[in-house]
């Protein structure tokens, strides 16, 4: 049985710091140096998941192998350590309360009256515990979402305290700051660190690490500044600089030691080796691409970047093993129309169009993958985007002009994409869609056969809605194949266009299994097909 060390990772100053990212580097760091490692976020807002915050509020919503809707930080985590995270992976302040409640009403508390300590740090406590609970983890990193002095922040503060004073050496804490450079004054600012620091020692946690998040490099004498006044040592003071991409991060922290004090700190043995060879090859192949294509990523959220994350870094996945940079042109599909498409879209390599929900911008969805399919542009359609491209078949090939999906019309004559069976009996939003990993079965003579090179796969889902079956046949004969079928409930998961250079479209999300390590094959696949392109043009 493994003695689980426990790392907790708190932000301070500011929001948006980058604790994932230093979350995720140091699991990879770890990892690299022959240690198991699973990460879990513990986010201090109500809701019981992220399933139901608009993207604006909150980016990605991120699906697990087993269906739980998370915090887009679970995605840095699964592409930098490319291991599969769970529901026990983001808990949130509301989940977390629900369950206690849950506990009062069922009696469990034997009349006590119920508080924040101990029931809800217990609690805490116990969610935290759970990874590493089986054995199988020689660490469990965890992050606590937002910013140390918030009100909502207070119970997960706590919880850390204590279970420092429970586990001794077994426990540290990584504290992530900021320390900003004021340019009339041509100086780093240690003040908000300190301040920061003075907080969750008003809290009853001593950080054991302070990562400064900085735009300028640290010299010896503001980290021994820091050391000094917020009782580190001056080698537990580690600069996070600003990085070109976040997958230099682990590279930094390695030279700044970060796993070494992490060792130090939990009496841990520290190995002499450290493989990280092979994540230092994947980032010169991205420093130095031989290929440079453009994609157009047509949403309705594209101001916000946030929302597409894991497209995004999927492209960088899938455009390194290909040696090209993926240079991604954001379209909002709602500012798209006849008139003004062809001045949107040329020069693309490429044409991707996002999933989403709802029927805003969905005719700006609809006339890109019409465009794409008429110029033989290679095509990737995600979720709402594979949904879109089986209207624009139907409305454009087969003459169903009114063909729709369900979500946007119910009166459409031609339902071609109907709320799936199971769903219309449910009311409840959150937590109730068709989420997490469901096999495929692939046509052992489609493009997509040819790129997973297997015969059943496995791909996670979103979604409420799916391509009625009883225009199967029609797709067919005319060209749009349905060549990815669940085989349980006989559901079109793929569908490929056979006069087409490259077509796909796919009910599934496949950006959620891309990682560094294993580059999703249809992400790879979309990039050679754009490469082809470019050259022919």
């Not at 710091?17 to 986010?43: C, E, M, N, W, Y």
């Not at 192998?65 to 992976?89: C, I, K």
């Not at 110029?375 to 002009?401: D, H, S, T």
Request: aromatic content about 8%; glycine content about 8%; proline content about 4%.
């Amino acid at each position: 049985m493994k003695n689980t060390k426990y790392i907790f990772v708190t932000g301070g100053v500011t929001s948006s710091l980058g604790k994932g990212i230093i979350s995720a580097s140091l699991a990879k760091l770890l990892q690299s140096r022959g240690f198991s490692v699973t990460i879990q976020k513990l986010d201090p807002y109500i809701n019981v998941d992220p399933g139901t915050l608009n993207p604006y509020e909150h980016g990605e919503c991120y699906v697990t192998e087993d269906g739980a809707e998370t915090d887009l930080d679970l995605g840095h985590y699964e592409r930098f350590s490319n291991v599969p995270t769970s529901q026990a992976n983001n808990v949130t302040t509301g989940r977390i309360y629900q369950y206690v409640i849950n506990k009062e009403r069922e009696g469990e508390y034997l009349g006590t009256t119920v508080q924040v300590i101990p029931h809800i740090t217990d609690e805490i406590k116990r969610r935290v515990k759970l990874l590493g609970q089986n054995g199988n983890f020689d660490f469990v990193i965890t992050e606590i979402g937002g910013t140390v002095g918030d009100i909502e922040s207070f119970p997960f503060v706590e919880a850390i305290r204590q279970m420092r004073w429970e586990m001794g050496k077994n426990c540290a804490v990584i504290h992530l700051t900021l320390v900003p450079f004021l340019s009339a004054a041509g100086e780093l600012k240690t003040k908000p660190t300190q301040h920061s620091v003075k907080t969750m020692l008003e809290q009853g946690v001593q950080p054991d690490i302070i990562v400064c998040r900085t735009e300028r490099h640290l010299n010896d004498a503001i980290r021994g500044k820091i050391a000094q006044f917020c009782n580190v040592e001056i080698s537990a003071v580690i600069e996070s600089i600003d990085a070109t991409s976040i997958y230099e991060v682990p590279v930094l922290m390695l030279e700044e030691k970060l796993d070494i004090e992490v060792l130090r700190k939990t009496q841990t043995p520290i190995p002499d080796k450290i493989d990280i060879e092979t994540w230092q090859n994947f980032l010169f192949r991205l420093n130095n691409p031989n290929y440079s294509v453009t994609v157009a990523l047509v949403g309705k959220y594209v101001e916000l970047k946030d929302a597409y994350k894991s497209i995004h870094e999927a492209f960088i996945h899938g455009g390194v093993l290909n040696d090209c940079a993926v240079n991604i042109r954001y379209i909002h599909s709602e500012h798209l129309d006849a008139e003004n498409i062809t001045e949107k879209l040329e020069g693309v390599d490429g044409i991707l169009v996002a999933p989403g929900f709802g029927g805003r911008g969905i005719d700006g969805k609809i006339l890109s993958i019409e465009y794409a399919r008429t110029k033989k542009i290679p095509f990737f359609g995600i979720c709402l985007g594979m949904q879109c491209a089986v209207i624009e078949f139907g409305r454009n090939v087969l003459q169903l002009k009114d063909a729709h999906s369900t979500e946007m019309n119910q009166k459409t004559s031609y339902p071609v994409i109907d709320i799936m069976a199971n769903q219309k009996i449910i009311k409840n939003m959150g937590g109730t869609m068709r989420l997490g990993a469901y096999p495929c079965r692939l046509d052992p003579d489609s493009k997509s056969y040819k790129l997973y090179k297997e015969s059943m796969v496995s791909e996670r889902h979103r979604h409420r809605y799916e391509f009625n079956n009883e225009y199967r046949k029609a797709y067919n004969k005319a060209g749009m194949k349905t060549v990815g079928i669940y085989p349980n409930e006989n559901l079109v998961e793929i569908v490929e266009l056979d006069e087409h250079p490259w077509f796909i479209g796919v009910q599934f999300h496949p950006e959620y299994k891309s990682t560094v390590a294993r580059p999703h094959p249809l992400f790879v696949g979309f990039v050679e097909a754009m490469i082809h392109f470019n050259k022919k043009l």
